[in-house]
């Protein structure tokens, strides 16, 4: 059922008052058991590095979600593949997805409701509401439960677009430093051999190519028997004023 004046849960709010992804999936879950009433569990299914995983869940819904996973079929894999709201009224008479059907039924299900999280993207997932009544969703305001989906799939998009940015500062990093240690040993063979930069990066090159080893690695190796200790590592990188 669908109210008239939907107002969206206010999942700004949850959050900020997590610390972390799954924390907010989490306290997404209960928001969603909360607005169905007649829901027995409620799970958050999300694919990572091509795997599906329950994220977050209430009451008994891992096991049901993961049972699908397993036959690698189900309502919130084809919810969360396909993009598209799922809905099995009752389970006792569903014909799709093999034996899972019958597998829900035993672990005390009879019906489900599964809505796309972030569809057709590299983290796409799903919100798994399950009744112990047949038709259990049929009064559920369902326009708050495809909001709460419709919200959590912003959050994944966001926290994606945060993991990738710090995925990237360490990569700069890490670059950054090997550049550093690099130049320093240029600096070294400059001084040693009397000659400018090229040709001392040339001297380097060829030394790594002889030992089979990395030129990051030789310099570092380079600067640390001049030293007596590990190059210094590059300052982290700091906003402009």
Same mark, same amino acid.
Request: charged share 20%; net charge negative; aromatic share 4%.
């Given at each position: 059922?669908?109210?008239?004046?939907?107002?969206?849960?206010?999942?700004?709010?949850?959050?900020?008052?997590?610390?972390?992804?799954?924390?907010?999936?989490?306290?997404?879950?209960?928001?969603?058991?909360?607005?169905?009433?007649?829901?027995?569990?409620?799970?958050?299914?999300?694919?990572?590095?091509?795997?599906?995983?329950?994220?977050?869940?209430?009451?008994?819904?891992?096991?049901?979600?993961?049972?699908?996973?397993?036959?690698?079929?189900?309502?919130?894999?084809?919810?969360?593949?396909?993009?598209?709201?799922?809905?099995?009224?009752?389970?006792?008479?569903?014909?799709?997805?093999?034996?899972?059907?019958?597998?829900?039924?035993?672990?005390?299900?009879?019906?489900?409701?599964?809505?796309?999280?972030?569809?057709?993207?590299?983290?796409?997932?799903?919100?798994?509401?399950?009744?112990?009544?047949?038709?259990?969703?049929?009064?559920?305001?369902?326009?708050?439960? %495809? !909001?709460?989906?419709? $919200? +959590?799939? =912003?959050?994944?998009?966001?926290? *994606? @677009?945060?993991?990738?940015? /710090?995925?990237?500062?360490?990569?700069?990093?890490?670059?950054?430093?090997? %550049? !550093?240690?690099?130049? $320093? +040993?240029? =600096?070294?063979?400059?001084?040693? *051999? @009397?000659?400018?930069?090229? /040709?001392?990066?040339?001297?380097?090159?060829?030394?790594?190519?002889?030992?089979?080893?990395?030129?990051?690695?030789?310099?570092?190796?380079?600067?640390?028997?001049?030293?007596?200790?590990?190059?210094?590592?590059?300052?982290?990188?700091?906003?402009?004023?």
């Amino acid at each position: 059922m669908t109210s008239e004046h939907t107002t969206a849960p206010d999942v700004t709010a949850l959050l900020l008052d997590t610390d972390s992804l799954d924390g907010f999936l989490q306290a997404l879950a209960e928001e969603a058991l909360a607005q169905a009433p007649a829901a027995g569990g409620v799970g958050v299914t999300l694919e990572r590095a091509d795997r599906p995983l329950t994220v977050a869940s209430t009451g008994g819904a891992a096991d049901l979600d993961e049972a699908q996973y397993g036959r690698d079929d189900g309502p919130c894999l084809q919810a969360m593949r396909t993009g598209t709201e799922i809905v099995v009224p009752d389970f006792l008479g569903e014909q799709r997805w093999g034996p899972y059907p019958a597998y829900a039924v035993a672990c005390g299900a009879r019906s489900s409701l599964s809505l796309p999280i972030a569809p057709h993207t590299d983290t796409a997932g799903a919100l798994n509401l399950y009744s112990p009544k047949p038709s259990g969703f049929a009064d559920a305001d369902t326009d708050r439960l %495809r !909001a709460l989906a419709a $919200q +959590a799939t =912003g959050a994944v998009a966001l926290a *994606q @677009r945060i993991a990738d940015a /710090r995925e990237f500062t360490a990569d700069l990093q890490a670059a950054l430093q090997s %550049r !550093a240690v690099i130049d $320093q +040993a240029i =600096g070294v063979i400059m001084g040693q *051999q @009397r000659c400018g930069p090229d /040709r001392a990066l040339d001297v380097l090159r060829t030394a790594s190519q002889h030992r089979n080893t990395k030129l990051r690695d030789l310099c570092t190796d380079l600067i640390a028997d001049i030293t007596g200790g590990e190059p210094p590592a590059d300052r982290p990188l700091r906003s402009r004023p």
